[in-house]
Antibody, heavy 119, light 105 residues
Framework: EVHVLESGGDLVQPGGSLRLSCAAS????????INWVRQGPGKGLEWVSG????????FYADSVKGRFTLSRDNANNTLYLQMNSLRADDTAVYYC????????????WGQGSRVTVSS | DIQMTQSPSSLSASVGDRVTITCRAS??????LNWYQHEIGKAPKLLIY???TLQSGVPSRFSGSGSGTDFTLTITSLQPEDFATYYC?????????FGQGTKLE
């Protein structure tokens, strides 16, 4: 059975930084592209960023480009999202979602990690 | 970026009804269209990928169709557990995008 677990969400001041982690078990981690999808208060799902299985390619939504950075540690089945220069509109539940072989669909999701940006 | 437009944004229905949700892409995405179900407080769930392929474990009352720019999700004989929000998502380009969601109530 596949388990995906996000961690690292917290309350942070505007302009601050935070690092989210995504750990997975029950899968061959390097065979999956991994994405972050967020849902702000009262809003729908928004794709944020994604990284290929081996980590060679990463992609970012315009809303976070230049502020967020993905990295992955396949030896420890963990993905990291470094978030800098956080703004109030980054407030959301952040979901980690796995895509088999960069197929384009998101098969496995975690329960989410809440990030609140507020003074 | 590819824009995804869902309609309707909300839909009132009853147990046993048949409902259809549509999704339109701003450009041709072939069949790279996926559908998700999301209940508040839970992880989103993949229902259908590649326009019409049912994800393992998803009941057969869910079906999808379409190609190019126009797609549909159909739920026949609604069950109480189906009342949730549904999203389409394009996987044609690596910068994925979601529709705005359809709340089934």
């Amino acid at each position: 059975e596949v388990h995906v677990l996000e961690s690292g969400g917290d309350l942070v001041q505007p302009g601050g930084s935070l690092r989210l982690s995504c750990a997975a078990s029950g899968v061959t981690f390097s065979s999956y592209a991994i994405n972050w999808v967020r849902q702000g208060p009262g809003k729908g799902l928004e794709w944020v960023s994604g990284i290929s299985g081996r980590g060679g390619s990463s992609f970012y939504a315009d809303s976070v480009k230049g502020r967020f950075t993905l990295s992955r540690d396949n030896a420890n089945n963990t993905l990291y999202l470094q978030m800098n220069s956080l703004r109030a509109d980054d407030t959301a539940v952040y979901y980690c979602a796995m895509s088999p072989y960069s197929s384009g669909w998101l098969s496995f999701w975690g329960q989410g990690s809440r990030v609140t940006v507020s003074s | 970026d590819i824009q995804m437009t869902q309609s309707p944004s909300s839909l009132s229905a009853s147990v046993g009804d048949r409902v259809t949700i549509t999704c339109r892409a701003s450009q041709n995405i072939n069949r790279y269209l996926n559908w998700y179900q999301h209940e508040i407080g839970k992880a989103p769930k993949l229902l259908i990928y590649s326009s019409s392929t049912l994800q393992s474990g998803v009941p057969s009352r869910f079906s999808g169709s379409g190609s190019g720019t126009d797609f549909t999700l159909t739920i026949t004989s609604l069950q109480p557990e189906d009342f949730a929000t549904y999203y389409c998502q394009q996987g044609y380009r690596s910068l994925y995008t979601f529709g705005q969601g359809t709340k089934l109530e």
